[in-house]
């Protein structure tokens, strides 16, 4: 089997712990903003965000602009601007219907968060991934801390990183500064 490049944004460590168990078929591996090591809420924190995405009931015959301006007033009440930021990229209209839903499967996000609880002790028991490994954070964003470097080279010992001036969404806030490293990381020989 020929092996891959793989790039991991979304949910935390979960496909970097897939990629640790499966290294034969993982050429190099790129991670964006998020870390291997937590996340950055807890699962009562990120329940409550999903309940609020969850039990939006929004009526098709609303514009998106007032659509959005109620769930936005509703996820306010379960996590701060930035967050709701966010998450607001994710709400869709149905041109044809009008529903309004997620982007995102809300409901299979929310009752897959109790799966978080043994994470981290999953994956301490897995071997390192030698193969090269960049990672790409936002200096702004909550997702990837700085301190954590050291215990992540320890899981991706061949590892590098790269700080954009960004929050979460590196790839949407500085595309081609993005574009330019993911370019020269799997174009390398090494």
């Keep these: 089997m020929a092996a891959a490049s793989v790039a991991v944004d979304g949910v935390p ?13 993982v050429e190099r591996l790129i991670v964006v903003d998020i870390s291997p090591i937590s996340v950055p809420r807890s699962t009562g924190e990120m329940t409550e965000i999903f309940d609020a995405m969850v039990s939006l009931d929004l009526s098709p015959s609303m514009s998106m602009s007032e659509g959005r301006k109620i769930a936005r007033e509703k996820l306010l009440k379960a996590t ?65 801390r700085r301190e954590q470097w050291p215990q992540i080279q320890k899981m991706f010992p061949n590892s590098e990183i790269h700080w954009l001036e960004a ?15 993911v370019s020269e990381f799997l174009n390398r020989t090494d």
């Design 167 to 181: 929050g979460h969404l590196v790839h949407f806030e500085k595309p081609q500064e993005f574009l330019t490293i």
């Design 80 to 144: 701060e601007d930035e967050t709701v930021d966010f998450i607001m990229l994710n709400l869709r209209k149905d041109p044809d219907s009008g529903a309004f839903s997620w982007a995102c499967n809300a409901l299979v996000l929310r009752d897959f968060l109790t799966r978080f609880d043994k994470y981290q002790s999953n994956l301490e028991e897995l071997p390192p991934y030698t193969g090269p490994t960049t990672f790409i954070c936002g200096s702004r964003s909550p997702y990837m």
């Design 13 to 25: 460590g979960n496909t970097v712990k897939i990629v640790r168990r499966v290294a034969r078929v």
